[in-house]
């Protein structure tokens, strides 16, 4: 058994590869020899978002607070709130973020294929592609 007592990890800015605006990263699982699983909690100000990007076994995101958005690849982009769950399936080129004008938190988890990565990052989801979105109801 393995107690991380809290305060023990501190936040990480996401890096500018990774995300466009500002985004914070709190790690809650690391995947190890011991287990694949990955997650965090991720929090992103109003308009931030991650790049493109896929996870060799999918990737389950639940939102715990404010309001964001997703999309697959060649679909519409969908409005998620607290409460909500989505998942991407293996492979499926996504990405999700703050809805504009919104802050959004979410938990993220995955799984890392045998050389211990859980993600593969694309490019940077442009202004243009970013606000295709539908209109966010407060």
């Known amino acids: ?3 991380t007592r809290n305060g ?3 936040t990480a800015v996401g890096p500018g590869d990774w995300f466009t605006g500002t985004v914070h990263i709190d790690t809650i699982a690391a995947p190890s020899e011991e287990s694949r699983v990955g997650a965090a909690a991720v929090r992103f100000t109003p308009g931030a978002r991650t790049a493109w990007h896929t996870h060799p076994f999918g990737q ?3 939102v ?3 309001v964001g958005l997703c999309q697959r690849r060649g ?3 969908e409005v ?3 409460g909500d ?3 991407f399936e293996p492979n499926e080129d996504h990405w999700h973020g703050a809805g504009p004008g919104h802050f959004m938190t979410h938990i993220t988890m995955q799984l890392a294929d045998d050389n211990g990565s859980p993600v593969t ?3 940077h989801v442009s202004d243009e592609e970013y606000a295709a979105a539908p209109s966010i109801q407060g």
């Open 85 to 87: 769950r989505v998942f």
């Open 80 to 82: 998620i709130q607290a």
């Open 75 to 77: 679909e519409s982009i």
């Open 1 to 3: 058994m393995q107690i």
């Open 8 to 10: 023990a990890l501190e």
């Open 64 to 66: 715990t607070e404010g």
């Open 60 to 62: 389950t995101i639940y």
């Open 121 to 123: 990052w694309g490019e």
